[in-house]
């Protein structure tokens, strides 16, 4: 019987990684030049963290986390997020006492268990980043700066900064109730999850992407109109600072997000080109979150980028640096043992080499030489060990050279490096 991956897990494959290496690269880098240190956190966490930090009636927490009892019967989840995960981190390590402001990254799976599509994956992969300590609006125009460039660094073009403020909770609850009061008198065209919502957390109606739902909130009363004169002022300067940074955006009412510890600033980043799940990243401000996790009041600023979404909208070309180098054609025994020596000493020198440990014909090699792109083939055999010298073959150039043996090393060098 044949043993399949599960479903929504899915294997990332060597010409595949070779993108997700390019995105992780250019993100630490940009994340680093801005101050930001990676922080490695574990993919398991007790369940209660999401259940406070989440919020209980999210959906998240309500139908897509993977809880499972462990053989002492407590109750543990694998992170479906990573920022109460790293506040989780940031309190207990006491993290704050080296410096008021922490500025964290980190890079992993997340699993939810949700209906599989393209953009959508159980285990899913993201690169976070988090600044705990400043309530400044400067610094929620800093951070998606800073996104916007590792966007741009990563060449991805045609993508959309959409931000909102949904407030603050003192400012945010005559407006649920406005806004509850609108949607029950249409509670019956609303589709079945946003009647459940309604009853828990109808901003979460606002987040809905079912066309009807679309249609019905498109004429609710906008959470803008209602926030507090601190939000309001807050959100004014972040677009002022936006502005002065150079990131071009639109506002959107609709965007609150799926999680409750969002506060103030709320934004996504998307593109057309990926369809219905279009975010490639998203975030926002959390000033409750760290106190809702036992710490003092504490504000925070971040978002998560989709590896998945961003590595699909990465132009499909070959990565030329990882092709191999100098491929060696060994035939008969003592061939094969100088072209194993001489495959390590090349290796241990940075020439990817590759070599063929089986006594194929010479015309079998070279066909495996040309599908793997080697830039250079060494041809071994009795006959060049008798005569002391070996046959080069440049591939691309369609002409071979004979090379004495024992500058065999020193001449692949110089070729292939000049």
């Known amino acids: 019987m044949e043993i399949r991956s599960i479903r929504g897990f899915c294997d990332v494959l060597p010409h595949e990684t070779k ?50 009892l462990d053989k002492k019967g407590e109750s543990l989840t694998l992170r479906p997020e990573g920022t109460a995960p790293l506040v989780r981190a940031y309190l207990e390590n006491k993290l704050s006492s080296n410096d008021i402001v922490s500025r964290l990254y980190y890079i992993g799976p997340m699993f939810r268990y949700e209906r599989p ?13 988090e600044v705990l300590g400043i309530d400044s609006p400067m610094i929620d125009a800093e951070v998606i700066y800073m996104l916007k460039l ?27 109730e406005k806004l509850s009061k609108f949607l029950e008198n249409r509670i019956n065209i609303l589709c079945q999850d946003c009647r459940r919502r309604l009853t828990l957390n109808p901003l979460r109606v606002l987040d809905c992407k079912n066309p009807g739902c679309i249609s019905i909130t498109s004429e609710a009363p906008g959470i803008s109109d209602h926030i507090c004169d601190e939000c309001r002022g807050h959100f004014e300067d972040v677009k002022y600072f936006l502005n002065k940074v150079g990131v071009d955006f639109i506002i959107n009412p609709r965007i609150v997000r799926g999680l409750d510890y969002y506060t103030k600033t709320t934004f996504e980043v998307t593109s057309p080109l990926l369809g219905a799940q279009s975010a490639i990243a998203a975030g926002g401000r959390y000033d409750g979150l760290v106190e809702e996790l036992g710490g003092e009041r504490t504000p925070g600023f971040g978002f998560a980028i989709g ?21 060696i054609a060994a035939l008969g025994r003592k061939a094969q043992e100088l072209s194993f020596l001489l495959k390590l000493d090349f290796e241990r020198k940075g020439i990817k080499t590759e070599m063929d440990y089986s006594e194929r014909s010479l ?36 002409r071979q050279d004979e090379i004495p043996i024992e500058r065999i090393s020193e001449d692949i060098i110089f070729r292939l490096r000049r």
């Open 150 to 176: 590792i966007i741009n660094e990563l060449n991805i073009n045609n993508v959309l900064f959409e931000i909102n403020t949904i407030g603050c909770r003192k400012c945010r609850g005559p407006y649920k």
């Open 363 to 398: 015309k079998s090699q070279m066909r495996r030489a040309d599908r793997l792109g080697a830039s250079y083939v060494l041809i071994l055999g009795d006959r060049e060990l008798e005569s002391g010298r070996g046959v080069l073959r440049d591939m691309k150039e369609k």
């Open 117 to 129: 599509q393209k953009g959508r994956l159980r285990q899913f992969y993201q690169i976070g980043a």
């Open 307 to 327: 590896m998945e979404r961003v590595v699909m909208l990465l132009p499909d070309k070959r990565d030329r640096r990882c092709e191999v180098e100098l491929f």
């Open 19 to 68: 993108k997700w290496r390019f995105v992780e690269e250019k993100a630490r880098r940009i994340l680093e030049d801005f101050g930001f240190s990676e922080i490695i956190l574990p993919i398991v966490e007790r369940t209660e963290l999401f259940v406070r930090g989440i919020g209980e009636s999210t959906e998240i927490v309500e139908k897509e986390m993977y809880t499972f």
